[in-house]
């Protein structure tokens, strides 16, 4: 079984920064990626940030050039700095893991628990 424990959230003033991370164990075969999504008060989940096994990132377009997603070299564990946070940030992040599926099956994903970010002054 696999869990994804997450931690770094926190209450920040507008133009602040936070860092997130996100641990990931049991049993961990074929990564494929691993990600951020957030899911704001009556909107639908959306993703943040995420990295391939190859190290490939992706940003979601209202974060680039102020959020990182960076991943610890060999381990299962996975950051999203986030710099020049803005009201609009304000979510509960859910850290994500793909693995990679035998045959044509899709990735089986896991989900970590959420973790509050408030922006506000």
């Known amino acids: 079984q696999v869990q994804l424990v997450e931690s770094g959230g926190g209450l920040v003033q507008p133009g602040g920064s936070l860092r997130l991370s996100c641990a990931a164990s049991g049993t961990i075969f074929r990564f494929k990626d691993m990600g951020w999504y957030r899911q704001a008060p009556g909107k639908e989940r959306e993703l943040v940030a995420s990295?391939?096994?190859?190290?490939?990132?992706n940003y979601a377009d209202s974060v680039k050039g102020r959020f990182t997603i960076s991943r610890v070299n060999g381990k299962n564990t996975v950051y999203l700095q986030m710099n020049s946070l803005k009201p609009e940030d304000t979510a509960v992040y859910y850290c994500n893991l793909n693995l990679i599926s035998p045959g044509s099956n899709p990735p089986t994903g896991y989900w970590g628990q959420g973790t509050q970010v408030t922006v506000s002054s």
């Open positions: 990295i391939t096994s190859g190290g490939t990132t």
